[in-house]
């Protein structure tokens, strides 16, 4: 890739790897408490049920998203960017990836649980159109936590 491609389009999402994970796990371990670890995302990569996609900012990992599901529905599990890579709009990218390549798999909604303090994530997913449609009470720990339960439409 040339220096040109480089900053005219800095950001490109593709399909998760083995090489990746290193610096996935990291990334993870920066956001959340209870974080997976390498061989978590190992085992959701091979998965045909699974949809699990890395950004690239630069040639470098800055941020990821997992999915698992069976039409006509799934769940995200996990989205992260690193903290160096904030605002850019590295978080919408991978969501709108996703529920492009889950339309495109016949999934017709998308479920995730987001803390209810996380309001960054939750404007996230609501200008991406997803929708409140629950709570589940102390569904988070260190620190204990409600969640919002959100869907997509597809």
């Given at each position: 890739?040339t220096?040109?491609?480089k ?6 999402i593709?399909?998760m ?14 956001n959340?408490?209870?974080p ?6 190992r ?12 950004a690239?900012w630069m040639?470098?990992v800055a ?5 698992y599901?069976?039409?006509d529905?799934?769940?995200?599990t996990?989205?992260?960017v ?6 850019r709009?590295?978080?919408?990218a ?5 529920i492009h390549?889950?339309?495109d798999?016949?999934i017709s909604?998308?479920?995730l ?17 997803f929708v409140?449609?629950?709570l589940?009470k102390?569904?988070?720990?260190s620190?204990t936590e409600?969640?919002r339960i ?5």
């Open positions: 890739m220096a040109m491609n900053y005219t389009d800095p950001l490109k593709r399909e790897r083995e090489e990746d994970l290193p610096r996935v796990a990291q990334i993870e371990r920066q959340f408490s209870l997976w670890k390498e061989q978590d995302f085992d959701f990569i091979v998965r045909d049920d699974a949809i699990f996609l890395t690239l040639d470098e941020g990821y998203i997992g999915f599901g069976i039409p529905e799934g769940d995200i996990n989205v992260a690193d903290e160096r890579s904030r605002r709009g590295i978080g919408r991978l969501v709108h990836e996703l390549r889950a339309a798999r016949g909604k998308i479920f649980e987001v803390r209810d303090s996380n309001e960054s994530a939750i404007q996230l997913y609501q200008e991406a159109g409140q449609v629950g589940r102390h569904y988070y720990s620190p409600d969640a959100m869907r997509f439409p597809v």
